[in-house]
C-alpha cells in the first residue's frame, strides 16, 4: 500500500471524501494527515529492532588511516574487522591521548575513529536504518513524500497500523464513535507484529558503499 493509498483509506476511515489525484490534497486536514501518517510510521519502524530496519555495508579504511566519515544513516549493531567485532568506546579523549582499548572504535564529530592498521581494512557494519520509506524505484529515504512511496513496515500490518493509528492520532478523541476501534486494531496490530517478526532473521538487506 502506497502513500497516497493510505491516505485515501484514512479519508474513507474518517468519513471525509476521497481524492482522485495526490495534487488534491490541499485541505488543512490533508496536510495535518499526512503529517501525522509519517509520525506514526517513524514512530513504529523505531518501535522495535525490526530485522526489516536491519541494514549492513561494507567500508574501507586504508593503511596508516584512522578516521573516515561516518556514512552510516542509522545505529550501529555491529562492527566487525579481520573477523573480529569492535566495540564502540563512548568517550573520544581516550583515542586522543593514545589510550585506546583493543578492539574498539569511536565518534569524533561526523567521523568514525579507529585504531592505526599497517594494511587497508575491509570494515563490515550492521545497523538500524533511520529511513522509513522508500521510492518507487527502490530508494530508500527518510519520510513518505510522494504517492508512491511506500512505508518500509511490511505488509499486511501497514493498513492496520498506519491508517487506524492515524485516524486516532488526527481525532485524539476517546469518546468518538470509531475511536476504541481503531486503538484496538492499531494495539493488537502492533503486538501481532512483535510476536510475528522476529530480529533474527536470516536474510538482512545488503548494501554495498566502499571508500577509498
Known amino acids: 500500500m502506497n502513500y497516497f493509498e493510505i491516505i485515501n483509506k484514512c479519508l474513507v476511515e474518517l468519513g471525509y471524501k476521497q481524492v482522485s489525484a ?9 496536510k495535518k494527515l499526512k503529517n501525522i501518517i509519517n509520525v506514526i510510521n517513524s514512530t ?7 530485522y526489516f530496519m536491519m541494514r549492513k555495508t561494507n567500508l574501507t579504511l586504508n593503511a596508516g588511516q584512522t578516521e573516515l566519515e561516518n556514512t552510516i544513516n542509522g545505529r ?7 573477523n573480529a567485532e569492535y566495540n564502540y568506546l ?3 579523549e581516550d583515542y586522543a591521548s593514545g589510550t585506546i582499548p583493543e578492539k574498539s572504535f569511536t565518534v569524533n564529530g561526523n567521523n568514525l575513529v579507529f585504531p592505526k592498521f599497517d594494511s587497508d581494512k575491509n570494515i563490515t557494519v550492521t545497523y538500524y536504518t533511520k529511513n522509513t520509506a522508500i521510492s518507487s524505484d527502490g530508494t530508500e529515504k527518510s519520510m513518505l513524500e510522494t504517492e508512491t512511496d511506500i512505508p518500509m513496515i511490511p505488509e499486511p500490518y501497514v493498513e492496520p ?6 485516524c486516532m492520532r488526527l481525532k485524539s478523541n476517546p469518546q468518538h464513535v470509531k475511536f476504541s476501534y481503531w486503538y484496538g486494531m492499531y494495539k493488537d496490530t502492533l503486538a501481532e507484529m512483535k510476536s510475528q517478526i522476529s530480529v533474527s532473521a536470516k536474510e538482512m538487506p545488503y548494501i554495498k558503499m566502499h571508500r577509498s
Not at 495526490?22 to 490533508?30: Q, R, S, V
Open 161 to 166: 497500523l498506519l491508517v487506524y493509528g492515524s
Open 76 to 82: 550501529i549493531i555491529k562492527l566487525v574487522i579481520d
Open 90 to 92: 563512548i568517550n573520544y
Open 22 to 30: 495526490f495534487a488534491e490534497l490541499t485541505k488543512n486536514d490533508h
Open 44 to 50: 513504529i519502524c523505531r518501535y522495535d529492532n525490526w
